[in-house]
């Protein structure tokens, strides 16, 4: 299993990025996923998920500003920030979680940085 995250960069407060998770070696479409961000000297936090059948969940912090979306013809999952905020600094990372029938079988992405700052 593969997710390449990518899109992340420097932007300034109130501006806007769209990560992108490139994900091969699973059957995407029974899958769910996450994107997850750790900030120097913080614990990993989730972000947001999103099921297999598009339901969505968010972290207080982001809800009304980030918005995560799948795309199973591409085999991709997208977190579109907006109104970006200092606070939201930190290395994004996506993950994927698929119930075999016995475990969650959890699979990470590399980081990718967000920077906001002016």
């Known amino acids: 299993v593969q997710l390449q995250a990518s899109g992340g960069g420097l932007v300034q407060p109130g501006g806007s990025l769209r990560l992108s998770c490139a994900v091969s070696g699973i059957d995407f479409t029974a899958t769910a996923f996450g994107w997850y961000r750790q900030a120097p000297g913080n614990e990993r936090e989730m972000v947001a998920t999103i099921t297999t059948g598009r339901n969505t969940n968010y972290a207080d912090s982001v809800k009304a500003r980030f918005t995560i979306s799948r795309d199973n013809a591409r085999n991709m999952v997208y977190l579109q920030m907006n109104m970006l905020k200092p606070e939201d600094t930190a290395v994004y990372l996506c993950?994927?979680?698929?119930?075999?029938?016995?475990?969650?079988?959890?699979?990470w992405g590399q980081g990718t940085l967000v920077t906001v700052s002016s």
């Open positions: 993950n994927s979680a698929r119930w075999d029938g016995g475990s969650w079988q959890i699979n």
